[in-house]
């Protein structure tokens, strides 16, 4: 089973800053399948980047993901209110499809 | 726009049985993979099963595994998740979503909240 380690576990920022969220893979993960879902409080997840690095439809530009082997990172540009969440990343090339712990983002 | 509704959730004693539902509408459904995920309270998303688009393979995790089966009905519109021989431990939000595919999981639905408590 391939492991997902994501840090930090907790992200406290101001609206505007920048965020690295990053995901470590206990063994290589082909960057074809590998993803990014955000989860706001209360709601279903929601797909933000598969293949690594290609967002999803209706994703904003401001949402970046990038890395290959066993790292990986998503990176939010500048954070709207709407973006304090939690991040989950997935490895799908394998089962079982492991999802990370989650990252969360706060309001500092 | 394509929309996933999920039923069937409910309170079950340990050891009991139920069956979830899932209501595909907006897509060719037949041409889609579709898993279970769940998500016990306060914690993280753990995949718990996966269906090929023709329903002639599964894969399933194996904390579930001997007690979970997926399957579909294509002309239906429908997924199934059915789950027997319930744990505390099996309490969550299980979602159901489209693929994973090369689009990872793409669609997911609102949830329904399962409960196994005495």
């Known amino acids: 089973e391939i492991v997902l380690t994501q840090s930090p576990g907790t992200l406290s920022l101001a609206p505007g800053a920048r965020a690295t969220l990053s995901c470590r893979a206990s063994q290589s993960v082909n960057t074809i399948y590998f993803a990014w879902y955000q989860q706001r409080r209360g709601q279903s997840p929601r797909l933000l980047i598969y293949?690594?690095?290609t967002r999803a439809t209706g994703i904003p530009d401001r949402f970046s993901g990038s890395g290959s082997g066993t790292d990986f990172t998503l990176t939010i540009s500048r954070l709207e209110p709407e973006d304090f969440a939690v991040y989950y990343c997935?490895?799908?090339?394998?089962?079982?499809?492991?999802f990370g712990q989650g990252t969360k983002v706060e309001i500092k | 726009e394509v929309r996933l509704v999920e039923s069937g959730g409910g309170l079950v004693q340990p050891g009991g049985s139920l069956r979830l539902s899932c209501a595909a509408s907006?897509?060719?459904?037949?041409?889609?993979?579709m898993s279970w995920v769940r998500q016990a309270p306060g914690k993280g998303l753990e995949w718990v099963s996966r269906i090929t688009n023709s329903g002639a393979s599964t894969f399933v995790a194996e904390s579930v595994k001997g007690r979970f089966t997926i399957f579909r009905d294509n002309p239906k519109n429908m997924l199934y998740l059915q789950m027997n021989s319930l744990k505390a431990e099996d309490t969550a939000i299980y979602f159901c979503a489209r693929g994973p595919s090369f689009h990872a999981m793409d669609v997911w639905g609102q949830g329904t909240t399962v409960t196994v408590s005495s």
């Open positions: 293949s690594s690095s």
């Open positions: 997935q490895q799908y090339a394998e089962s079982p499809y492991t």
């Open positions: 907006g897509t060719t459904f037949s041409s889609d993979a």
